[in-house]
């Protein structure tokens, strides 16, 4: 252990030396090119006096400046960012005119302008030296995030007796695909954990396999009427979409006032790059406070200014940042020179958005959650969406998704190794909303998009170069919300005139066909009525798998393929078209058919469970958001601390019971009280 620390130490040390020098040779450089600025007096000194002097002025200017700077930060939270930006020049001019004036045997001296100047380009040196040394010491990034977040602590206030919890989402992790990757080595952390404190829990989700169900379930309790990632709200006369900002922050609104609660997060927790707040006091990068005017309640230190206004952070992320485009194209290019299959387009800015999700939104997720634990707060529920954009684009199972994984498993041990530092224990629990499926595109396959086909059954023109489908990832629409740009797509109609042609919006290989001119859910009779070649040709096209309508004669209808129908309430005993689609599916189905919002029709892709391969209506060659293969098994990996999620030989299924587990935990620990339902005050009495 001594021996640690006299390494720590060491290395410290030699880092502040490199600095130090190489800090001095700027000043030097800058003294020779500067007019108004120099080291020595007009009668000329010897070069070891110069040499000193501007030894001595930059290590008084880094003395100085690291003195300053948190309390720089802290004050200049407050001020607009052009004002940030003058204030910190003028600031650091200052701090050199007084460093090179400690010096007492120094008759070195710039004009102010140069001052500002040189300050500017000495700190940026610095930092970037500093960042460059220390961007793969995660030792050393988790100090320098420890001296940050401990300012915010009450000295010699001890921290609570009961442990905190830590729900740390790994978006679109598949219980296979962890399992798969724990048994190649490329997460020693989780494998570490499994070995010997947690246990891991498969769960099934909601026909929606997508983070809109899943998160709002799991963070608010309730994902009544969230029936796809994106859907026409005939009251609303709207297409909802669930990472746009506008529609999150509705959700949000409509899960509180159906369970009459604020969510798992009421008392003490902090939601980090969530979709949803969770009823958190403390909010960072969450999408549906997107919209806010800023103000106290959404300005949050954890966010992306927080984190940047350490320059070691900037240049750490922005090295990762380069590297993570640099390698996209890499990946990119050898794929398309091999022609693999399948493929999708991954040209344009799309380099720019993986590197966002897997290195910055990273990065300040991670520093966000170690600043909460630090500060001792009671529950964090923080996501992380590296994998899943890439999966998506890359395939779930691919080389590029498992070095994502391998750099996931650092995160959560740096988390853990906070943890331990943390002013009260901490118990990590990790997630998944959903897994992913693989496969070709419904286009790649079949020349056509959805869209197209549904045209084609209802007797329309069908365009000659059809329009591509958005992508549903989560990580396209975070980027825009942090560079606070308007989240619409272009192209993508939110507010469709009400006319008789249909509308079709993918999510993953689930498709919705809605008819904005009909005020209410068309029945099968209707749809028959205006298009009647419509149903069968979906139910009878090979890349569909089955169709559910509701019917004025059945209630809820499946059709499937040669003139398959069957009424909701008798598929437990003939599944019919469901059969492939496993056990669950059945029950999924039902309850999306009682949701206000489903659509006229809901299209779900053909699925093959030899192989799990499902056709998505996106261009994803790795997707979510229907039935199919790994996209509904995604897993909940919990201390063994905690009672056990399920009863033996049940399963656990819906986003909803994975919510009331978690809650039971948060009581189990005294936690957070989320207002007691009455099945949930059975279950506490019994």
């Not at 004050?75 to 910190?88: D, I, N, S």
């Not at 102010?112 to 500093?130: D, I, Q």
């Amino acid at each position: 252990m001594r021996g640690v620390r006299w390494r720590r130490v060491a290395s410290q040390l030699g880092r502040s030396v490199v600095v130090w020098a190489v800090s001095t040779v700027t000043m030097l450089v800058l003294a020779g090119i500067l007019p108004d600025f120099r080291l020595q007096s007009p009668d000329g000194e010897s070069a070891t006096h110069i040499a000193v002097t501007a030894a001595f002025g930059a290590g008084a200017f880094g003395v100085l400046s690291a003195l300053v700077w948190p309390l720089l930060v802290r004050a200049l939270l407050l001020v607009p960012a052009l004002v940030l930006g003058l204030l910190v020049f003028v600031l650091n001019g200052s701090l050199l005119l007084v460093a090179l004036r400690l010096n007492p045997s120094s008759s070195a001296e710039a004009a102010p302008e140069t001052a500002v100047v040189v300050a500017a380009v000495m700190s940026a040196v610095a930092s970037a030296t500093g960042g460059a040394l220390a961007v793969r010491d995660d030792d050393a990034y988790r100090r320098r995030l420890y001296r940050l977040a401990d300012r915010r602590r009450v000295p010699g206030q001890p921290g609570p007796a009961t442990p905190g919890t830590v729900f740390l989402q790994l978006d679109g992790v598949g219980h296979d695909v962890l399992v798969a990757a724990v048994g190649k080595g490329l997460m020693p952390t989780v494998a570490r954990w499994l070995e010997g404190t947690h246990r891991l829990t498969p769960w099934r989700t909601d026909w929606s396999s997508q983070t809109g169900a899943s998160q709002l379930g799991i963070l608010h309790g309730t994902n009544h009427d969230v029936p796809a990632f994106r859907w026409y709200d005939k009251d609303r006369r709207e297409v909802m979409v669930c990472n746009r900002p506008t529609s999150a922050a509705e959700l949000q609104r409509r899960a509180v006032e159906f369970t009459g609660d604020g969510g798992l997060l009421t008392v003490d927790g902090a939601s980090r790059g969530n979709l949803f707040g969770g009823g958190a006091d403390e909010q960072a990068l969450v999408l549906s406070i997107a919209t806010r005017r800023r103000g106290r309640e959404n300005r949050s230190r954890a966010g992306y200014f927080a984190y940047f206004s350490d320059p070691a952070n900037a240049v750490r992320t922005v090295m990762s940042f380069v590297a993570e485009v640099g390698r996209e194209i890499g990946e990119s290019t050898r794929a398309r020179m091999r022609k693999q299959r399948p493929r999708v387009s991954r040209g344009g800015l799309y380099p720019l958005v993986r590197a966002f999700a897997t290195v910055v939104e990273r990065d300040v997720v991670v520093a966000a959650v170690m600043g909460d634990l630090l500060a001792g707060r009671t529950a964090v529920y923080a996501d992380l969406v590296a994998y899943d954009e890439v999966a998506h684009h890359s395939g779930p199972m691919s080389r590029d998704a498992e070095k994502v994984l391998q750099r996931l498993d650092r995160a959560l041990a740096l988390i853990a190794n906070v943890a331990e530092h943390a002013p009260r224990p901490y118990r990590i629990v990790v997630l998944s909303d959903h897994g992913q499926s693989p496969g070709e595109t419904f286009r790649a396959r079949y020349g056509l998009g959805l869209g197209e086909l549904v045209r084609a059954g209802c007797g329309l023109p069908v365009p000659r170069k059809a329009r591509r489908t958005h992508s549903g990832a989560e990580a396209r629409v975070a980027v825009r919300a942090a560079l606070r740009r308007p989240v619409e797509e272009r192209g993508e109609q939110y507010r469709p005139s009400r006319h008789s042609e249909p509308l079709v919006l993918a999510s993953g290989n689930l498709g919705l066909v809605s008819f904005p001119d009909v005020p209410h859910r068309m029945s099968k009779e209707e749809i028959d009525a205006r298009h009647p070649a419509l149903l069968t040709t979906l139910a009878n096209h090979p890349g569909i798998g089955f169709l559910l309508v509701r019917s004025e004669e059945h209630g809820g209808l499946v059709l499937g393929a040669h003139g398959a129908q069957i009424p909701l309430e008798r598929l437990d005993d003939d599944p019919g078209p469901l059969e492939v689609f496993g056990p669950g599916a059945a029950d999924a189905v039902r309850r999306t058919h009682s949701f206000p919002h489903t659509a006229d029709i809901a299209v779900n892709s053909f699925h093959d469970p030899a192989d799990g391969e499902v056709l998505a209506f996106e261009e994803q060659i790795g997707s979510h958001g229907g039935l199919g293969g790994a996209q509904a098994r995604p897993f909940l990996l919990s201390p063994l601390a905690f009672s056990e999620p399920v009863e033996d030989g049940s399963e656990l299924v819906g986003a909803e019971q994975v919510h009331r587990v978690l809650r039971r935990w948060l009581r189990e620990l005294n936690g957070p009280q989320v207002p007691l339902t009455g099945e949930d005050e059975r279950e506490r009495v019994a």
